[in-house]
């Protein structure tokens, strides 16, 4: 067995074994669920690589919310399908979502990110699952960082093991019968393959088939218990769970860790499991053994702690749960509610941010998900690829109103959400518009909307903080880079005209009661972070309404006058009129520039950072 503390070498053909992109057949599809693994997941991507040798693998990593750049750590890797959960959902929410992503495949392989896999690991597991249809997963022996045999093998939780694992615990007595533990500490279980109850959820390849008939993963399990109970699910389905130890890895210990919190979790959701599946008595019983184990240790502050959790059930609602974004919903089973048409030029550090929310009702056939890519020089074609569901064409010619036409050209349903490659947006913002569109009575709609100012100084803030308070950006259908029209509306004007600013003229084209923003999840414009940066993009606006009067010259209004008004009529108090003096100040030199000549169409793309 090689070092498990130093990385497997890569030979020289490393580097040209991709993995297998979404929509193409699999042997396996690898589910990785990420938190706080920025250390860990090269690691495990590289190993994966050396594993691809024999093996067609797509590889998919659900990150639930790592604050330490995990997910950008895996977009990284270019084939690779990286998914960003919206939240910490835990190892089963995680599994779920990932698995989203997997089909079509004849397998999937479970992994723990903090893994290193031995040579011939995911082939053995993959020989095993296919000698017997019975099967329906197969387990891998799994080593300490020093080596030594973990003891991964479990038996089904019961009241007897629960009592003998509180009073003999993992170091008294190993030579126990079985049915006094939950652990199989018998040195010679993990010399041969065999069938068994459950193991350690940290690597399982499981038959794709078994997987749909059991179902998804139990999310009610935030961490712990999850495994053991979707073990029960596939032994009660007739399948066997196998042990096979000529595959091995190495559990390096260094994934999101444990603390007292999560100490407290396991032992609670070791009575949830019970109660889950067992009788009221019994699972009285199972849980008054934990609390003995608990109470056996009470010399210990942190299982003093435990103890008064497990024996008062209302505290149990503090322990750690799901962190469900707000905007997470199931799909209708309405499909065909539209078009997403989306312009690209050189949007490779955002444009998997923007498509991933909206993959899954792109695979469910809910809408259509067009990403046009004109003129591109970087890889926005090749990650926009990577999302399942996305429709990928390229133009030569970088030119956005080309790429809306083409996009035209393309679609087939009927109202179409036009949608800027830099905006944030959810699912569920997407359907509503679509939804009241589909209602008929209005030809435009666009979402609410905010600007991202997150990471902007203090004068960009300023600005935008006017520019929302002024009721003319209100209403209009500019300003939140999405927009969407029926068919009828569309008609208006047919083909969008080469003009720079699509939106407003868009906008130009309907009564106000022909028009609506639809009350959703807004849609967020990330803003330049400096100065110099908005001064670029006013400058590009500015042009984009030189265009527009040219080419509607009856549109061309004066806007300055009109908007310091609108600005001064905003102050409120004193941070409100320092807010007003930033806009009136750099809208002023915006303009100045423009009208010497020292403003062009350059983009500022300190908007279009990773995140």
Known sequence: ??????????????????????????????????????????????????????????????????????????????????????????????????????????????????????????????????????????????????????????????????????????????????????????????????????????????????????????????????????????????????????????????????????????????????????????????????ALSEALRSYDRDHRRRLGIVLRRQRWAQLPTADIPKTAESIAVDRDRGTVIVPAYNESAVIERTLMPLSRAAVDGVIELIVVCNGCTDDTAARARKIPGAQVIELTTGSKTLALNAGDELATSWPRVYLDADIEITQRAVLDILDRLRRGDILAARPEFRYGTDDAGPIVRSYYRARSRMPVHRDALWWAGVYALTEEGHARFGRFPDVTGDDKFVDTQFAPDEKTVVSTDPSIWTTPTNTRGLIKVLGRHQRGNAELAEHNPESARPTGRTTALAVLASVRGPRTAVDALAYLVVATLSRYKAGRGETTWERDDTSRRRR
């Open 1 to 290: 067995m090689s070092d498990s503390n130093q990385p497997r070498q890569a030979d020289s053909g490393t580097a040209e074994r991709h993995f297998v992109e979404a929509g193409s057949p699999a042997d396996v599809c690898v589910v990785i669920v990420t938190y706080q693994s920025n250390d860990d997941i090269d690691a495990i991507i590289d190993d994966l690589r050396l594993e691809a040798r024999d093996l067609r693998l797509r590889i998919v990593v659900a990150d639930n919310n790592s604050p330490d750049g995990t997910l950008e750590r895996v977009r990284t890797h270019p084939d690779v399908i990286a998914v960003d959960t919206g939240g910490n959902l835990g190892y089963a929410g995680g599994i779920n979502v990932a698995t989203e992503f997997a089909e079509p495949c004849e397998t999937l392989l479970i992994l723990n990110p903090d893994l290193r896999l031995e040579p011939g690991a995911v082939g053995e597991m993959l020989v095993t699952l296919r000698a017997d249809q019975r099967i329906g997963a197969v387990l891998p022996k799994i080593f300490r960082p020093d080596h030594t045999v973990y003891p991964s093998i479990r038996f089904e939780p019961s009241v007897s093991g629960l009592l003998g694992d509180a009073v003999f615990g993992s170091a008294i007595w190993l030579g126990r019968p079985t049915a006094l533990s939950e652990f199989d500490y018998r040195a010679h279980s993990y010399d041969d393959a065999h069938d068994v109850d459950w193991a350690t959820g940290a690597a399982v390849l499981i038959r794709s088939s078994v997987a749909r008939e059991v179902g998804p993963w139990n999310e009610s399990f935030f961490l712990y218990s999850e495994e053991i109970d979707y073990f029960r699910r596939i032994r009660d389905s007739g399948h066997l769970i196998r042990y096979q130890p000529r595959s091995a890895v190495v559990h390096t210990l260094g994934g999101s860790g444990t603390s007292p919190v999560l100490a407290d979790l396991l032992a609670v959701n070791r009575v949830r499991y019970l109660e889950l599946h067992h009788g009221r008595l019994y699972s009285a019983a199972g849980r008054a053994s934990v």
